[in-house]
């Protein structure tokens, strides 16, 4: 009898979506990422994981950005010993055992309540590793983080889910409380009306899941963020269109991606962008 998961809310249940994709992805005999810890983690819940209908398309893209947030974290840990991460809406993702910065690196996993407590329940404790059971549209969500180190936060899969209003505030949070560092998010560029609309149409469950809490239909300038924000200065926009690992995506996936690259809509659709404040 795997670990019940009754009571989580329609958005603290979309990090079911994203690490059965990488669970999935760690099966394949190539992985893009080879999160075997996600399998494991899966292997421990009480839930219907095939009944979402994860299309191989959203394991590359779920596989491929993991990746890319792993590297740039890995990267800012190799400039500072002593850095803070902090990975905000976490859900189940195990990226402190990918990355497995040494023991000067703190690393604070924030998310609601409901899925918090299954995190602290299926994934090893360390003690490095910190969970923050909060909201980030409520202003104390820092507080118990040191601000003084070097500060490397991520957010994958995240501000599709929150408004506007509350991701300028979450931009402007992070300036008040800690005193340097980078964020680094995924981001699917500007999500017209007709793709929300097809998104709510598709039958897979994960599309109904998804679109029932799309939050944020984002914007096209990387450069947008920057006026909610003055202290948050773009230093990186990178497609996953050119990552090398698209050359694992299988038949027609890896072609679309390829050819993705040559429209600006293409590029956006699947980017990484990163901030230094
Ligand atoms: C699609 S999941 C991604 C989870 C994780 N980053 C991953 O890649 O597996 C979105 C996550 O954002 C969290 N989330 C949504 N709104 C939030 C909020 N206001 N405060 C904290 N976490 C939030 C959800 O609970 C969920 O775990």
Redesign the pocket.
């Known amino acids: 009898m795997g670990i019940a998961t009754t009571g989580l809310s329609p ?2 249940q ?2 079911f ?3 059965y994709a ?1 669970a999935l992805d760690s099966r394949w005999p190539k992985p893009i990422l080879g999160d075997t810890l996600a399998d494991e983690v899966v292997g421990k819940i009480d839930y219907d994981f095939a009944g979402l209908g994860v299309q191989t398309s959203v394991v590359c893209q ?1 596989a491929l950005r ?1 990746k890319m947030l792993d590297d740039r974290v890995r990267d800012f840990v190799r400039r500072h010993t002593d850095a803070v991460v902090v ?7 195990s990226g402190y055992y990918r990355v497995a910065p040494p023991p000067t690196v703190d690393w604070y996993s ?3 309540p409901g ?1 918090a407590a299954v995190r602290d329940e299926v994934l090893p404790a360390a003690p490095q590793s910190h969970t923050v059971a ?4 409520d202003r104390g969500w820092p507080d118990g983080i040191p601000a003084d180190r070097p500060t490397m936060l991520i ?4 501000f599709a ?2 408004t506007e209003p ?1 991701i300028v505030g979450i931009f402007r949070r992070i300036t008040e409380h800690f005193a340097s560092g980078e964020l680094a998010f995924n981001d699917y560029g500007r999500i017209g009306w007709v793709s929300r609309v097809a998104i709510k149409l598709y039958p897979q469950k994960m599309f109904k899941d998804v679109g029932s809490q799309f939050g944020y239909p984002g914007f096209k300038d990387a450069h947008y963020p920057e006026t909610w924000n003055p202290r948050m200065r773009l230093i990186e926009e990178a497609s996953l269109t050119y990552a090398p690992e698209v050359d694992l995506f299988p038949g027609w996936i890896r072609v679309m991606s390829k050819m993705a690259r040559y429209s600006k809509t293409g590029r956006r659709k699947a980017r990484i962008l990163r901030y230094a404040f």
């Open positions: 958005v603290e979309t990090a979506l994203t690490v990488r779920t993991a990975d905000l809406g976490a859900g189940l993702d924030v998310d609601l899925i909060a909201s980030l549209t957010a994958d899969g995240l889910f929150l509350a």
